[in-house]
């Protein structure tokens, strides 16, 4: 099956052959429709099943159908709400690229926290057709009256869980509540968490739900390993496990910027090449750890969850045998999905 009998235009339906796609995946051929039709949408799907073309298609094709009514400022139309700024960045490169292709001009704006909020803001002069954000930089703009959501009609959450699971469940329901009631809804995540299951409960009218299973192919081979530890024993048993096993390359998950900093900190002093990467360390920082991890200068990287959304970008620096998490996800599936992200990245 190709792109043809998903009801996108032949503008898209060019641009996607620019990309050298030829056929949708399972959630793309699934979701195009749906979301074509109006209809809100709850998709479930692993990471690389290609979730963000199966909404930014037929989203920006909706754009094109009802062209904006003023010259002047643009009225955001069109909102994806994403956890990460690495998450904002690869999705707005993606409608962007798309965008330029298309016979009529749609701007697309990606905000996100960490960097300085004025050159955002010049950027949003003039509005924007689609802003892609992080919670708390969109609100940060919405505080200064740079952005209006009064006119938007569709409204993503990729990656709901997580959203949810980094702790921005208040910025979101405080953006929800400036939303207009009458809109669309598409609902992207990669587990069944019942936090997102309440999430849909309430955002979603009659959604339409997918479910795309991974294909033997596509799940990584993961050893899983669980051990009981008292929290002041954790890190002298991971500098443990990584002397004794030999283990290079190893990406360490905790909660907290100060954790990863102190884990970081401890191994270090104790002979275990390990650096901090974290969401309030610079941009130029944070690239020097990752070029500096990639050619073997750090044998650990003790991070946050930004690392793992950091490994969905097509550049993806990682090449990490090993994953350890100080706090484990909440259930199995959440687990297994988290430590397949970052693996299936790295091949």
Request: aromatic share 6%; with cysteine.
């Amino acid at each position: 099956m190709n792109f043809d009998p998903l009801g996108l235009t032949p503008s898209l339906l060019r641009a996607v052959g620019d990309m050298g796609l030829y056929a949708p995946t399972p959630i793309q051929a699934e979701a195009i429709p749906a979301v074509l039709k109006s209809a809100d949408v709850w998709a479930t799907a692993p990471t690389g099943s290609g979730k963000t073309l199966a909404f930014a298609l037929p989203l920006l094709q909706h754009l094109l159908a009802a062209p904006r009514q003023t010259n002047f400022r643009r009225p955001v139309r069109t909102l994806v709400l994403v956890p990460t700024r690495e998450l904002a960045v690869q999705v707005g490169d993606v409608l962007a690229n798309l965008a330029y292709k298309l016979p009529q001009s749609l701007k697309v704006n990606t905000v996100f926290g960490g960097v300085s909020v004025n050159p955002q803001m010049m950027a949003l002069r003039g509005g924007a057709d689609i802003v892609v954000a992080t919670p708390g930089r969109l609100l940060d703009l919405i505080d200064q009256n740079a952005v209006r959501l009064a006119d938007v009609q569709h409204l993503v959450l990729d990656e709901a869980d997580r959203l949810l699971d980094l702790g921005f469940a208040d910025e979101l329901q405080r953006v929800l509540a400036l939303l207009p009631a009458k809109r669309q809804t598409l609902l992207f995540s990669a587990t069944f968490a019942p936090e997102v299951e309440a999430l849909a409960a309430k955002l979603l009218r009659d959604p339409v739900r997918i479910t795309v299973e991974a294909f033997e192919g596509h799940k990584p081979d993961i050893t899983q390993r669980a051990i009981r530890v008292d929290e002041k024993s954790r890190t002298a048993l991971l500098r443990h496990l990584i002397t004794e096993n030999g283990w290079k390359q190893v990406l360490v998950f905790v909660a907290t910027r100060y954790a990863c900093e102190h884990v970081a900190n401890k191994l270090y002093k104790a002979g275990v090449f390990a650096t901090p990467f974290h969401g309030e360390m610079s941009q130029g920082a944070r690239q020097e750890v990752l070029s500096e991890f990639k050619a073997g200068r750090w044998d650990v990287v003790v991070t946050t969850d930004l690392a793992r959304a950091a490994s969905t970008s097509p550049c993806c620096p990682w090449s990490s045998t090993t994953t350890c998490r100080a706090r484990p996800p909440t259930t199995p599936t959440a687990s297994a999905a988290r430590a397949g992200q970052v693996r299936m990245a790295t091949r």
